[in-house]
């Protein structure tokens, strides 16, 4: 086995540094979205009304180690082991809305939520989206045209924070990392 060279080494240290730099700048963005949808949690809301629904669906594509074989599915054996390529649906609701901020009206756009089943998600029409029903919306007071019916991602905006502090940290250890201490042999 081959010992890599102090050149190697050196080169190695200043890629680590560079990807430390992207996920940095990786970091920043966090920590903005993560401000961002803190002031979300801040605006004032209103009364809206559902204008329109709609219920998007898209395939996500999962692989699933299995023991057995199946014709139902893109099977393929990889090192002994059995995985299935399976393509779900996922479907997502979005809602059209109104609401009045003063004398002046606004239209805006949201996802009223997801999952893979469709049922689910028409029994959130159903329930909470149908078309002239009553929500709430959030909308930014200095520019009302930027509305949520989800601020801070219903206060998910938390994880957003964890998140940008774990690619933080990483980015800190990588951009910092110093050169090996050389060990000098000892005179015997």
């Not at 998600?121 to 919306?137: H, M, P, Q, T, Y």
């Amino acid at each position: 086995m081959f010992k890599p060279s102090e050149g190697d080494l050196k080169e190695e240290r200043e890629a680590k540094r560079f990807t430390g730099v992207f996920v940095a700048l990786i970091a920043v963005a966090l920590v903005v979205l993560g401000i961002y949808l803190a002031m979300q949690m801040t605006w004032p809301k209103t009364t809206g009304t559902v204008t329109a629904t709609e219920i998007e669906s898209f395939h996500k594509e999962s692989t699933v180690k299995e023991r057995s074989y199946s014709d139902l599915h893109n099977a393929y054996e990889k090192k002994g082991q059995k995985k299935t390529h399976r393509k779900k649906m996922e479907y997502v609701l979005k809602v059209a809305y109104s609401f009045k901020v003063g004398d002046q009206t606004y239209e805006g756009r949201d996802s009223g939520g997801r999952s893979e089943k469709e049922e689910t998600v028409r029994a959130l029409v159903k329930d909470k989206f149908e078309n002239g029903s009553s929500i709430e919306v959030a909308y930014n007071p200095q520019n009302p045209k930027d509305s949520t019916i989800h601020p801070g991602w219903g206060g998910n905006f938390i994880f957003i924070w964890i998140l940008a502090a774990g690619v933080g940290f990483l980015s800190f250890k990588l951009i910092t990392i110093k050169e090996p201490e050389k060990i000098q042999p000892e005179d015997y």
